[in-house]
């Protein structure tokens, strides 16, 4: 046993998503992403003497969805608060942001973790916010640059309870969020980019410990990825500080992605007072129960639920189901799918076999994909009612259906003359040609060498120009055989 093993790690994520609305939280700058610096900043986003903030409507309903979405208590009556500091990128010299009453508490989000279990993360709140503006410091050799296009941008930060025992789950747990806010519309999900963001905290404690150990706080890490790396990182650091009997100081730490490693940035005991105090400028914002009802009958379906819709009503194994849920697009696609057909094992094998690579070659996302869902389950219905071979579907009518998406499957069918032929006369003459052929291997055969039957199937179908239906080709060369 390794000293690690004598340990356990606890860890609590808070993240931080940047909402997509037109504009800003508390005016109407626009919040656009990779603007001309410093073009959308009024007077508001500076604070300006005698200028008043007011509550953006989308960022209210943003929030309400994340609430929704997250099975969290949606607050009544929101105040903001001002969070006061002095930073070069804060114009204003404070924040407005949620203290002490965020508009969603209690939620949860359940995960799917690596060995098949699921494990409920627990939210402990969601607060409404704005950013603040963006310091460059590695453009110009001399001088830092400011942009305060990002200040007062629309954010929600969403904070879980200390339910992390591993980085494993962690990841997987951002990884939800991502695809969650992505199918609620709310947030890109892009890590690299900046608009989710997420720090860890850390620590560790003996097995038996009834008590939580000094906790860290590591920022700036610019991929799930790393998040990964630097709680993987934190926690073996913590180790072997307490191995050496040495102390964990509680502190805020930065991510190196260069050497996976973690540095310290300040120390939390002399950190700053942030002088919060309610914000006379805005009145609280009131939600009510009707218009949440309003808001969430508005809202799609959510990955998890089509998750179990999938396995539970049309079959599909769990594998399947992740596989279509993963992109929301792709979800709503197969879903309308099977109003068309009810083989939605097949349904889900063209979209994630012939469906996918097109999207992939091509380059494209399922929303520029112009074939009508209908037109998949009319070609999965020609080849179950063995009109064409599943060959001839995958290699001809796919690619030709790509090049002209309006014509209906059957008529190319038609037009490519692969339609089968049902005629069993045709087929059992094709059939004898076969055996004609190869007399000497009849009786190899009929020696035992039964995988000759692929011999002779392989011929009739090639004389059968992919015309015939393999299945019968099979059932008729087997049959001749044994005579
Ligand atoms: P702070 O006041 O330092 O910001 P909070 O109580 O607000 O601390 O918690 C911030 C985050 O830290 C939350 O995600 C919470 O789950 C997590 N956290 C709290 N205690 C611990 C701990 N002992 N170890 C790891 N994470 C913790
Ligand atoms: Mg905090």
């Known amino acids: 046993m390794s000293v690690y093993d004598k340990y356990k790690a606890v860890i609590g994520l808070e993240c931080h998503i940047q909402l ?131 200040a007062g941008t629309p954010l929600l930060e969403i904070v879980t309870e200390p339910d992390f025992t591993c980085s494993d789950e962690a990841y997987v747990y951002l990884t939800e969020v991502k695809k969650l806010v992505r199918y609620l519309d709310i947030c890109d999900g892009n890590m690299e980019e900046g608009s989710l963001r997420c720090d860890a905290n850390v620590s560790v404690m003996l097995k038996d410990a009834k008590e939580y150990g000094k906790k860290v706080e590591v920022k700036n890490m610019n991929s799930f990825r790393n998040v990964q790396r630097a709680i993987d990182f934190e926690i073996k650091r913590q180790i072997d500080l307490l191995e050496a009997d040495e102390d964990i100081a509680g502190e805020t730490r930065s991510f190196n992605a260069t050497d996976g490693s973690t540095f310290a940035l300040r120390s939390k005991e002399n950190a700053n007072d942030y002088r919060y105090f309610p914000e006379p400028d805005l009145q609280p914002v009131f939600i009510t129960q009707e218009y949440i009802d309003t808001v969430k009958s508005h809202m799609p379906e959510l990955p998890n639920d089509l998750l179990k819709k999938f396995t539970k009503e049309f079959g599909l194994s769990e594998y399947d189901a992740l596989n279509l849920t993963d992109l929301k697009g792709l979800a709503l696609y197969f879903n309308e799918l099977v109003t068309y057909t009810k083989n939605y094992k097949a349904a889900a094998n063209w979209m994630m076999g012939s469906v996918k690579s097109y999207l992939n070659e091509n380059a494209i996302a399922i929303e520029q994909f112009n074939v009508n869902p209908k037109a998949i389950a009319d070609l999965i219905a020609l080849i179950d009612e063995g009109k064409i071979s599943n060959a001839a579907a995958t290699q001809k009518l796919f690619p030709e259906l790509m090049l002209s998406m309006d014509e209906a499957p059957l008529s190319i069918a038609q037009r490519l003359d692969i339609i089968q032929s049902n005629d069993t006369g045709a087929l059992q003459e094709l059939v004898d040609l076969a055996l004609a052929k190869y007399p000497e291997k009849i009786t190899e055969y009929k020696n035992g060498k039964i995988n000759l039957l692929g011999l002779f199937v392989g011929e009739v179908m090639k004389m059968g120009k992919g015309k015939a239906d393999p299945k019968m080709a099979n059932q008729l060369v087997k049959e001749a055989l044994e005579k």
């Open 20 to 150: 997509l609305t037109k504009t800003k939280m508390y005016s109407n700058d626009i919040a656009e992403y990779g603007a001309m610096p410093n073009t959308n900043v009024s007077v508001i986003t500076l604070g300006h003497p005698g200028t008043l903030p007011k509550v953006n409507k989308s960022a209210i309903e943003f929030a309400v969805k994340l609430g929704i979405a997250t099975n969290s208590d949606i607050r009544e009556e929101n105040q903001f608060a001002r969070k006061n500091y002095f930073y070069a990128d804060l114009p204003k010299g404070y924040q407005i942001t949620q203290d002490k009453t965020p508009i969603c508490t209690g939620g949860y989000v359940d995960v799917k973790l690596k060995d098949g279990t699921e494990k409920r993360i627990n939210l402990t709140r969601i607060h409404m916010e704005e950013d603040a503006g963006k310091s460059m410091h590695d453009i110009d050799p001399f001088e830092s640059l400011i942009d305060l296009n990002r």
